[in-house]
């Protein structure tokens, strides 16, 4: 992969830590050669092998990343037992270095890792994790056999160095032998056609704590879990929609699952850093062309995220605790897909998951790479940029390597006894000290990359002393930035002084007898759980749970999946029993009933904003300016006490200063408003997946269209409109667009759209969903409420095609011929109208018979501050939004004629219809008694309405108070809220929408009568 895409600091970074990887491990093989039985050393290089890996899968430096994967796959057996350290073994992790150390100097000297031929390293790695290695066949291993050689010495290939009797099979009934010729390679198992995952039965759902650093870090976490898991869904339906072109998306998807993996191991987050893992091995396999993109797979991926979302649900940020779930149905399902490289394998547990019935298509079967050319010979640069002893002042170099030895000796020592005994603050305190004066000696000697990465150590421990957390928890991550913090200090020690410099904590670790990096479990045979029927021997993937990967945390419990009852394991053994399927759909088909019921649970409202740095810039120095024009006040006021001025010239200055306070707090105002404003975006990005899924669900092909995306919305508008658009997408798509056949009938193309707009409208910003579907027929609406008692025959004559399409919103009212698991139950539509009408907006519908329909949100870009126009009526004053008000004027009474037994006048050649806003609000009515009637036309969306009123105040902006529970349960008509005016009076706001409705209500109920009595 070429480095022109990628962060050149970042590269920066992995060309150092890949350096200083390499010349860790090459030294301590060679050790290890030695001493074969040095567990310590095998740890030593399993660390560095491992970080390596990470670091290049997370820059999509594939083949850098293949081959450290499988040289930590062979060491990982070394680790665990299963495997004996020889002179063939320790050749092939050496040539595996020299390859890396190649491509990686190829990558820094011409940005591309090179002609290296990789493919036989690898061949003959997997030979020897196979115990076939020059093709030999591993011995033969009888159940006798295995009895046996746990008391006796075992086999060992004298080449492979692979253990005969590596795992036996304790308290196991073996009916068969089963040869090891019979083995599939490491990457896949040999299983039964038919799989059937069986929930964990150790599983416990008792809530347990997170283990968090210091404040707000659970809630940045999930703020970053929930933007991780909107990605997520967008790279993944992107990849089904372009799997040709899917490489970055790969690249970013398996990035977005890493990252989820390392931030839930932080925390201790057990069943996400288990389900994210499995995720993440799956997707290397992919990026790595071992597994083709398809269908299927991306179905499988998808039920994954839905889990993880509900996973993160689960957490409670206010108690720092989460109630825990049963991910270990989906993990096998992913592991099983990783290890045969097929979804058709998991298709049936899949379906029983997702409640569907159909077999998700099946991935072609893993391919072998095709064989590169031939490596090159290429000069390998040991590249070490070793600065000359002669840039240093010769006093300074003394004192630098004196003081980093006695540093390095007292953090080595403070870690071990923090190891025997986490709870001493003196211990902790002089750790952070340690590495603080490591941090500044590197920045005096110029030494940048070892002073930042050192900063970040002493952040680390700063945070963990601060906060009130187990210490002991922290000692994981510290050993590993100690361990690679030491290798950059000895390694930038060597090139000042001119000469290798040793380890000064050597003899701290020897006299410990152990490593600073706390070592694996004792190697133990791996015995799958006991099952009712045996299975082959399998040798599962390297437990990267028990170290740290890349560099995240490892404060998470790994989950382990429950072993056979009689012996104890050193790693994660994956269940082998099976169940009947009818089991496992059970479990599945109620943790899935609880996904749905998560999913219609309002979801928890975002506590944190991002903003622009330049807005909080601009903030600041509005808020300079406020000091300062306080302050002249207070210069006033003193003038005025010690009479130093006039009256007059202090009334002036006075006025000026008012003057400027009104333009400050303005700015001031607009700034706070910018500050809240988010983009739609945030909201639009749930819908791919719901009409993807909808799509599906109904067999009909949808396509959704997006637009303005970029539209600004205040935070807490952003935060409600999320469930009525749901509700409304859900109708076009299902109610809406007609099936394949229907359409093709009427001449439209078998693909329907819907489309989701936002856009700025006047001080308002509206919402459109709109579908080319069969449209709404008013006549049937009408039929269908008379039926349901809805409305009576003689309101439905009186109604006209606007009115009949507002019949969707009345409760309880559904037209659907059929109730459907997505929509037709006629609940929805009328808790869309409330909750917009709870924004302070409209909804307006639009439809054509045949062309389809369309349905207009209108929202006020703020729920706090709007612009209103001041009316009286009736001795009262009441405030009109003035995004609704049209125009103001004033009309003669005798102008006034009947129309429809109804008030109405003609201004400016449209009929308008008129009524006095005292008679909608039930206030004593004057509009007979007066010859010239002031006039607000108000319009809800292009309907308008002629309201009289008393007087004509001014305009003002006002800060919306809502009415209150208590004022709520009068279910007042034709208001939305209330606002305190200067003089403390309270002022009562009016809704448009409502009163329009109001307005025809009144008309219907007084055909008989004239629509504007007069009297009181």
Request: charged content about 25%; glycine content about 8%; some cysteine.
């Amino acid at each position: 992969m070429s480095q022109d895409f990628l962060d050149p600091e970042i590269l920066a970074d992995f060309f150092v830590e890949a350096k200083e990887h390499l010349e860790t491990i090459e030294p301590n093989l060679l050790e290890l050669e030695k001493a074969p039985d040095n567990l310590g050393l095998l740890n030593e290089i399993f660390r560095p092998m491992h970080s390596l890996k990470g670091a290049s899968g997370f820059l999509g430096l594939n083949r850098i990343n293949g081959l450290a994967h499988k040289a930590e796959n062979i060491l990982d057996e070394l680790r665990q037992g299963s495997m004996r350290v020889t002179g063939g073994i320790m050749d092939l992790i050496l040539s595996a270095t020299d390859a890396l150390r190649t491509m990686v100097d190829n990558l820094e000297s011409s940005g591309v890792e090179g002609d290296v031929d990789t493919a036989p390293i690898i061949a003959r790695i997997e030979a020897a994790l196979a115990g076939t290695l020059d093709g030999g066949d591993a011995p033969q291993v009888s159940p006798t056999a295995n009895t046996a050689a746990l008391d006796g010495p075992a086999a060992v290939d004298p080449y492979v160095g692979k253990v005969s009797a590596a795992k036996p099979q304790a308290d196991e009934v073996v009916s068969e032998p089963q040869p090891a010729s019979q083995a599939v390679n490491t990457e896949s198992v040999a299983m039964t056609a038919s799989f059937h995952p069986l929930p964990d039965p150790d599983f416990d759902d008792a809530p347990y704590g997170l283990s968090t650093v210091g404040e707000g870090h659970l809630a940045d976490f999930l703020e970053e879990a929930a933007e991780i898991i909107e990605n997520l869904n967008r790279c993944l339906l992107a990849l089904e929609g372009s799997p040709d072109d899917s490489e970055e998306m790969i690249n970013d998807t398996f990035r977005y699952f890493h990252n989820l993996k390392g931030n839930s191991g932080i925390i201790g987050f057990k069943e996400l850093n288990s389900l994210t893992h499995e995720a993440e091995t799956l997707l290397n396999k992919v990026r790595k062309g071992d597994m083709e993109c398809s269908q299927g797979l991306i179905d499988l991926l998808l039920s994954s995220v839905d889990l993880i979302e509900e996973l993160v649900g689960k957490v409670d940020v206010e108690t720092n605790r989460v109630t825990p779930m049963d991910t270990s149905v989906m993990a096998q399902l992913l592991q099983k897909v990783t290890e045969e490289g097929n979804v058709a394998a998991v298709a049936e547990a899949l379906a029983a998951i997702k409640g569907e019935h159909h077999v998700p298509a099946g991935v072609a079967a893993p391919s072998v790479p095709p064989a590169r050319e031939p490596e090159k010979p290429v000069s390998v640069d040991a590249g070490t940029g070793a600065v000359s002893p002669s840039d240093y002042d010769p006093e300074d170099v003394t004192l630098f390597l004196q003081t980093i030895h006695q540093q390095l000796q007292s953090a080595a020592t403070a870690l071990i006894m923090l190891r025997e005994d986490a709870g001493q603050p003196d211990i902790v305190d002089g750790l952070f000290r340690t590495f603080q004066t490591i941090q500044n000696s590197a920045g005096y000697m110029g030494l940048a990359e070892i002073k930042e990465y050192s900063a970040r150590t002493v952040g680390l421990v700063d945070q963990g002393r601060k906060s009130n957390i187990d210490f002991s928890l922290m000692l994981d991550i510290l050993d590993q930035e100690f361990s690679i913090l030491k290798d950059m200090l000895l390694k930038a020690m060597a090139d000042i002084s001119g000469e290798p410099v040793p380890d000064p904590t050597s003899d701290l670790v020897a006299a410990k007898g152990k490593p600073a990096v706390k070592p694996a479990a004792k190697p133990a045979p791996v015995a799958p759980k006991a099952p009712p029927k045996p299975a082959p021997p399998v040798r599962p993937e390297p437990s990267f749970e028990d170290e740290p990967d890349d560099a995240v945390a490892v404060m998470a419990v790994p989950q382990t999946r429950p072993a056979g009852p009689s012996e104890p394991v050193s790693k994660p053994a994956r269940p082998a029993a099976k169940a009947p399927m009818s089991n496992a759909s059970s479990i599945v088909a109620s943790g899935a009933g609880a996904a749905a019921a998560a999913q219609q649970a309002k979801p928890k409202a975002s506590s944190t904003i991002r903003v622009d740095h330049h807005k909080l810039d601009h903030l600041m120095n509005v808020i300079g300016e406020l000091i300062i024009n306080r302050n002249r006040y207070a210069m006033l006021a003193r003038a005025l006490e010690d009479g130093h001025e006039d009256v007059h010239v202090v009334a002036q200055q006075l006025t000026e200063t008012t003057y400027a306070m009104a333009r400050i707090s303005d700015d001031l105002q607009d700034t706070i408003m910018k500050v809240r404003m988010v983009p739609v975006q945030t909201v639009f990005s749930r819908f791919p997946r719901l009409v993807r899924d909808l799509s599906r669900k109904s067999g009909k092909q949808v396509e959704l269209i997006m637009e303005g995306e970029e539209t600004e919305f205040d935070k807490s508008v952003v935060e409600e409109i999320g469930d009525p658009l749901v509700h409304l997408v859900r109708n076009a798509v299902d109610h809406g667009l007609e099936d394949e056949e229907e359409r093709i009938k009427a001449g439209k193309k078998p693909k329907g759209h819907v489309w989701l707009r936002a856009y700025h409208k006047g001080n308002s910003v509206a919402i459109e969903v709109e579908d080319d579907g069969r449209g709404i027929d008013p006549e049937k609406l009408k039929q269908v409420a008379i039926r349901k008692g809805v409305i009576t025959a003689e309101e439905a004559n009186a109604m006209d095609d606007r009115e009949a399409l507002d019949l969707i919103f009345a409760p309880g009212f559904s037209s659907a011929e059929k109730v459907t698991d997505i929509s037709g139950r006629g609940v929805g539509m009328d808790v869309v109208k409330t909750n917009i009408k709870n924004l302070k907006g409209s909804v307006n519908t639009q439809s054509e018979v045949g062309k389809g329909t369309k349905l207009t949100l209108t929202l006020p870009l703020t729920l706090a501050i709007i612009d209103a126009l001041m009316v009286q009526v009736a001795g009262e004053t009441f405030a009109i939004p003035l995004d609704a008000v049209s125009e103001t004027t004033k009309i003669e009474t005798v102008k006034l004629s009947d129309v429809n037994n109804r008030k109405a006048v003609t201004l400016r050649g449209e009929v308008l219809g008129v009524i006095e806003l005292a008679e909608l609000l039930d206030l004593p009515q004057s509009m007979d008694e007066r010859d010239v009637l002031p006039m607000v036309v108000i319009h809800d969306n292009d309907r308008r309405l002629g309201l009289v009123v008393d007087r004509l105040l001014e305009r003002q902006e006002i800060v919306i108070k809502p009415l209150g529970q208590y004022l709520n349960n009068f279910n007042l008509k034709g208001l939305s809220g209330a606002t305190i005016m200067g003089d403390g009076s309270v002022v009562l706001i009016l809704d448009p929408h409502e009163i329009y409705s109001l307005s025809t209500q009144l008309g219907r109920k007084e055909a008989a009568a004239p629509a504007l009595p007069g009297g009181k």
